[in-house]
């Protein structure tokens, strides 16, 4: 039985710079404490059904730590990891943003998301989802929202060295994307299709 949020931890190989972690990330730890973090946030949606909270706590949260995070396959928040009303599911990536925060960066262009488009993260019919402080690099579209995805909110992201788009809204509705930079894209920063209610908030692209 819950008695509050569950705090998943994913890391690097590495512990330079980091900030919730005790160890390094490896594929055999079960990613429930900071000294055993997991090494993808793949693997942490693959194993754990991430929940929102209750009038007495807040969401699950995943703890990114700082470090370079190399996406094969695109990371896919489905309906069956959501939060509630009653508090967000937080992604949260590092803070030391002088080391280098959290990186995601795409190592193939064949990021392919239902036979439809490239992405890196994807929020696909989802809600109460938070995303704070990663930067996501080298993909043809950083962060898609779509199939009814709703009261989801990207924070403090800077997406670079893309193609597509930094951030599409499609078949979204009232959602918050702020603080954020685009930059260096041969396509659009934002492409919007079938949204209804979306904010972007203090943000550059350039």
Known sequence: IRQGPILYYVNDGSQFGDVYCSGPGSSTNSGLSPSVPMD??????????????????????????????AITNPIVIRNDDKGNEFGNVLFQGSTNESAGGTILQVQSTNLVLDGTQEVAVALVATRHVTLDQFTIEGASTGVRLSDATTRCAVSNILIRDGGRAGVAFEGSSSNRVSGFVITRLTGAGVTVQSDSGSVLDGGVIW
Do not use: A, K
Not at 48 to 59: A, P, Q
């Open 40 to 69: 993808s946030l793949h693997q942490i949606l693959f194993e754990y059904e991430l929940e929102g909270g209750t009038n007495t706590y807040g969401g699950d949260v995943i703890y990114v730590d700082t470090g370079t995070f």
